[in-house]
């Protein structure tokens, strides 16, 4: 059994296509339908169900690619760790995370001080962000969606209160602080259902017990402040350096509203050192603020 055999493996898995599968290993489509052929003549089971030109992974195969994933990550792991110990790399990190905005001033920092660090970062929603670092296809999550997951470690770096932002000219705008039920028949700006802020501030609107009507739905902070600016309506917002862009930030007196910002990394795969470094330079980073 060969290790580029259980590579192919896994991507045809992954496709359950022959021909994707080649496409994107960039090799020849029938040398790879060799490849698995001999790799399942050596298992001594067929790995997939084929059907004219269709394949599917049977329970044969799924078996095996849980045993395949993890003997190709503890290989990498191995592969990371060797090279550190050799002095042959200065190191990388493969980071993943929701959004940039509250990491981009320790990620720059950091990056300051390591320039030599190979930083590579995926954009994800919390469930893949979970995903991948159980794969060990990340290093690092940094995410605002509570999680509890066995083997997943992680560490609160930073607590974001929210505010209720109107328009300089609206009914609260002269207000200290406000009760969210207090903008119950207000139209609201918010983001799109899928995205993550949305799922955290619809809890807050039940615990103020009100359903919100949304006029308009979007997907950055900057388009939302553009909105409520407009007086298009009124918005959920964590970022009190927007105050002076034209909207006034109103402190939420009930519900609490905040979010939770985490560090979390996999305790089942070996993390580099640049990303153990990393990993403390931004706890201690936001622990200083």
Known sequence: ??????????????????????QELRIAQPALSKTIARLEEHVGVPLFDRQGGRIRLNPFGRAFLNK??????????GR????????????????????????????GE???????????ITQASTEEITQLIEAGAVDIGFTAMPLEYPGIAHVTVLK????????????????HAVRLSEAAEE???????SFVFQKMNELFFREAGMSPKFVCQVDEPGAMVSLVRSGLGVALFGCKSEEDTGIVLL???????????RIIWSEKRYLSMAARKFRDFVIEYFSNR
């Open 187 to 193: 139209p609201f700006i918010g983001y799109k259902e």
């Open 68 to 77: 395949v994933e993890a003997a190709l990550a503890l290989l990498e792991d």
């Open 110 to 120: 950091f990056l300051s001080l390591h320039p030599n660090v190979n930083m590579q």
């Open 251 to 261: 402190p939420i007196e009930y519900p609490v509203c905040q979010r939770d910002y």
């Open 1 to 22: 059994m060969e290790l580029l055999q259980l590579q192919y493996f896994r991507t045809v898995a992954r496709l359950e296509h022959m021909t994707r599968a080649a």
């Open 160 to 175: 974001e209160q929210l505010y209720l932002a109107v328009p300089r000219e609206h009914r609260l705008a002269s207000r």
């Open 80 to 107: 990371k760790e060797v090279l550190e110990l050799a002095g042959l790399e200065h190191g990388s990190i493969h980071l993943t995370t929701l959004t940039l905005a509250r990491l981009s001033e320790p990620l």
